[in-house]
């Protein structure tokens, strides 16, 4: 009986950690961009919903005929954790969106406090070597004792792009080469004479309306905050009283997003840091009213940020339109070590 002990360790533990694997998958379905707590789990690299069915699968497949009974099971594990790894599987379709309407380039980036952190010539160089028509920029700020500071540069800006027109709110500037209509609040207004340090806190979402060619077209730059404070242990109170306040931040801009692009006639995109992973609830909302820019993309796994591991491994930046705009192409540019996120390059057209 002793002997046999050993011999069915391996296929018991097997069965443990998928039925863990599944649990977890159950209560990321039910909770991810629910509760607050989850923004912790949701950190993780999307590419995990892969990686760990599979392992599954391959043991599952060499373990002993009694446990191969596990095989569907993982299989269908894998399929439900499929939509949450952020795989394109449009890029490996022929084709792309095209349509009929005048054409325009879009670039969007967060920026990592502007010019503020490298040389500022080199900086701009960048910008003007994108030569898009409309740039969704983030991070206009700068980072100073550890905490985000106002910086002002429009001079330089108006004279590295001369033509262009510059709407900038908190932290976030569009510049657009079509005539500015409009620049609608979106979410409650905040009383004139805010301080500056008040709208970054409360304004992560600045709407441009431009006219393109004859045609109102709203666009969205945005900048979602971040979930979690890397400064803080997460053996302190501090973090996870930083993670829910972070969490109903979150909410307010999402919220105030979805609510202004739902009741909005115009043609439109949107487009920025959202600092959510394709495997994060919180863009359920955005995914299901409106398209995201992916399907235009050649590549199979879209990354924008790689953090402290170095590489690519999460998409943090996201472009969404509707119907009336079709994305003919869609890519992440090389950030040339000016930020820790890579820059989103998109060139869309407007359908009749």
Not at 117 to 124: E, I, K, M, S
Not at 245 to 259: F, G, I, K, N, P
Not at 275 to 282: H, I, L, Q, V
Request: charged fraction near 20%; include cysteine; hydrophobic fraction near 45%.
């Amino acid at each position: 009986m002793d002997s046999a002990r050993p011999r069915s360790l391996g296929p018991r533990s097997l069965v443990a950690v998928t039925a863990c694997w599944g649990a977890f998958l159950l209560l990321d379905r039910l909770l991810s961009g629910r509760w607050w707590f989850w923004l912790i789990p949701d950190l993780a690299p999307p590419l995990l919903f892969l990686a760990v069915p599979v392992l599954l699968l391959a043991l599952a497949v060499v373990t002993r005929p009694s446990r191969r009974w596990l095989v569907p099971v993982v299989v269908a594990l894998l399929l439900a954790g499929l939509p949450r790894t952020g795989l394109n599987p449009a890029a490996l379709l022929p084709g792309r969106d095209r349509a009929p309407g005048p054409a325009f380039s879009v670039f969007s980036w967060n920026t990592e406090y502007w010019d503020t952190t490298d040389d500022p010539d080199a900086f701009y160089r960048y910008l003007r070597s994108r030569d898009a028509d409309v740039y969704l920029l983030q991070e206009y700020l700068a980072w100073v004792q550890e905490t985000p500071t106002r910086i002002d540069r429009l001079d330089r800006i108006r004279q590295e792009f001369p033509g262009y027109r510059v709407a900038v709110l908190g932290e976030l500037v569009t510049l657009s080469r079509f005539p500015v209509l409009a620049t609608p609040t979106v979410g409650a207004a905040l009383p004139a004479g805010t301080p500056w340090e008040v709208t970054f806190a409360r304004k992560k979402v600045l709407r441009t309306d431009v006219d393109v060619h004859g045609r109102a077209v709203s666009l969205y730059n945005v900048h979602i905050p971040v979930q979690v404070d890397t400064r803080q242990s997460v053996f302190g109170g501090d973090f996870y009283r930083t993670v829910r306040a972070a969490d109903a931040a979150r909410r307010e801009q999402y919220t105030a997003l979805e609510s202004d692009a739902a009741a909005n006639h115009h043609p439109l995109l949107i487009a920025g840091d959202f600092n959510t992973t394709p495997a994060m609830g919180d863009l359920s909302g955005l995914r299901a009213r409106f398209r995201d820019a992916r399907s235009a993309s050649g590549d199979l796994y879209p990354g924008s940020w790689g953090g402290l591991l170095g590489s690519d491994l999460w998409r943090l930046d996201w472009a969404f339109t509707d119907r009336r705009v079709a994305v003919e192409r869609y890519s992440f540019a090389d950030q040339r070590g000016m930020s820790d996120h890579r820059g989103q390059q998109l060139r869309v057209a407007l359908r009749p």
